[in-house]
């Protein structure tokens, strides 16, 4: 799995249909309507997310890695 920002993931939420809902801090919070799924992506600069957090966020989102 490539490095990914909380930034490109952010993007690539919001190219699926995904929208921000409100940020908090560092978190910035994304929901789709008719789905009561909320995602809170960190955004902390150009740090990369961990492979685990990717893959959870990938799976509550309906994404697949290419999708990124």
């Not at 190219?15 to 909320?38: A, M, P, Q, T």
């Not at 960190?42 to 492979?51: A, Q, R, T």
């Amino acid at each position: 799995m490539k490095a990914v920002t909380g930034k490109d993931f952010a993007g690539a939420l919001e190219r699926n249909g995904w929208e921000l809902l409100r940020v908090k801090g560092s978190h910035h919070i994304y929901g789709k309507k008719d789905n009561n799924v909320r995602i809170s992506v960190p955004i902390h600069g150009n740090k990369s997310l961990k492979k685990g957090l990717i893959n959870h966020f990938l799976k509550m989102a309906g994404l697949e890695e290419k999708d990124i």
